[in-house]
T-cell receptor, first 115, second 116 residues
Framework: ETGVTQSPTHLIKTRGQQVTLRCSSQSGHNTVSWYQQALGQGPQFIFQYYREEENGRGNFPPRFSGLQFPNYSSELNVNALELDDSALYLC??????????????FGPGTRLLVL | GENVEQHPSTLSVQEGDSAVIKCTYSDSASNYFPWYKQELGKRPQLIIDIRSNVGEKKDQRIAVTLNKTAKHFSLHITETQPEDSAVYFCAATRRGLTGGGNKLTFGTGTQLKVEL
């Protein structure tokens, strides 16, 4: 296992509601990336947090927001939920900068169902 | 932005045979190419990766090759076993401009089935 944890594991919401998903990064990692994986698709990059700042964003609307805490854990918030937001939400943590590239280790994901 | 294409979408092999999955990428600046295995209901698990300064890398029954000129990379699994059955994703990335990290662009996945 990677040491990356996520909560909750499953969640059911209705359209228009708001949701907060949580991720604890692997020890020693200061970067957290969030991905959305629809059924039968590859993960799609939502955004990344590095040292508590957003460091890159994918093609997702502003109702997807996040933050990173001083201990490098992170939250993903989604407002005004839509049916298409139903997916597996994955976070991935990676190590300190200074290396040429960084390997990303995924958490188990949160399965969100919007009704 | 980066675009990664992956083929085939499904692959069925007999136990003991080899399996090959191919990916192409569009951004010549990409310099890191990981492969993830995802079993049903589980997290993507890194199985092997390759950096742009290397043409080939092996780890037991798994190998990855990279052709930077053609911008494609491949996963090779030899002596396949039933437990190799899963969805495999390739990905590509380059270091983020601010030095904080990198975002992965994934292929669409290959469902590998190893039959007895």
């Amino acid at each position: 296992e990677t040491g990356v944890t996520q909560s909750p594991t499953h969640l059911i919401k209705t359209r228009g509601q708001q949701v907060t998903l949580r991720c604890s990064s692997q020890s020693g990692h200061n970067t957290v990336s969030w991905y959305q994986q629809a059924l039968g698709q590859g993960p799609q990059f939502i955004f990344q947090y590095y040292r508590e700042e957003e460091n890159g964003r994918g093609n997702f609307p502003p109702r997807f927001s996040g933050l990173q805490f001083p201990n490098y854990s992170s939250e993903l918030n989604v407002n005004a939920l839509e049916l298409d937001d139903s997916a597996l939400y994955l976070c991935a943590s990676s190590g300190p900068s200074g290396r040429a590239v960084e390997t990303q280790y995924f958490g188990p994901g949160t399965r969100l169902l919007v009704l | 932005g980066e675009n990664v294409e992956q083929h085939p979408s499904t692959l069925s092999v007999q136990e003991g045979d080899s399996a090959v999955i191919k990916c192409t990428y569009s951004d010549s600046a990409s310099n890191y190419f990981p492969w993830y295995k995802q079993e049903l209901g589980k997290r993507p698990q890194l199985i092997i990766d390759i950096r742009s300064n290397v043409g080939e890398k092996k780890d037991q029954r798994i190998a990855v090759t990279l052709n930077k000129t053609a911008k494609h990379f491949s996963l090779h699994i030899t002596e396949t076993q039933p437990e190799d059955s899963a969805v495999y994703f390739c990905a590509a990335t380059r270091r983020g401009l601010t030095g904080g990290g990198n975002k992965l662009t994934f292929g669409t996945g290959t469902q590998l089935k190893v039959e007895l």
